[in-house]
């Protein structure tokens, strides 16, 4: 892998979302970069940030091979820098996974600048995404 597919900028831009999830599920194929991402980060980060939508953690990832979160530390760090509101999910298939990890995980995170391990605590814009005029 060795660019960032247009995907989550587009989405982001689109004004038909409030929340972003799975920025880098890709981890869980097993491709990883071969070179260093991070103008597409930067401009990723830049993106999400202007278009004011919030962006998931997801701990499903802790219970995959991958054995880390969505999105991975670094792109949190760079969208907690960047101001961009982080919420949380569990990512659950089956009722004995609702919540799972979310008590437990941001506390053992080493939190970015800027970021709150309060999970439900960020709010969601009045309107939707960029005051599309849906609720959330």
């Not at 298939?93 to 506390?107: F, I, K, N, Q, Y």
Request: aromatic share 6%.
């Amino acid at each position: 892998m060795d660019r960032l597919p247009p995907t989550g900028r587009d989405a982001a831009e689109s004004g038909l979302f409030t929340i972003l999830g799975h920025l880098d599920l890709v981890k869980k194929f097993g491709y990883r970069p071969t070179r260093s991402l991070d103008r597409e980060l930067e401009r990723l980060v830049e993106r999400i940030a202007h278009a004011e939508v919030l962006v998931e953690i997801n701990t499903a990832g802790l219970h995959r091979p991958t054995g880390e979160a969505y999105p991975s530390l670094d792109i949190l760090r760079r969208l907690c820098e960047a101001g961009v509101q982080i919420t949380f999910g569990s990512d659950a298939h089956r009722p004995d996974e609702v919540g799972r990890d979310l008590s437990t995980a941001p506390p053992s995170w080493p939190a970015p600048p800027g970021m709150k391990a309060s999970p439900f605590s960020m709010p969601i814009p009045q309107g939707g995404a960029r005051g599309s005029g849906r609720s959330p």
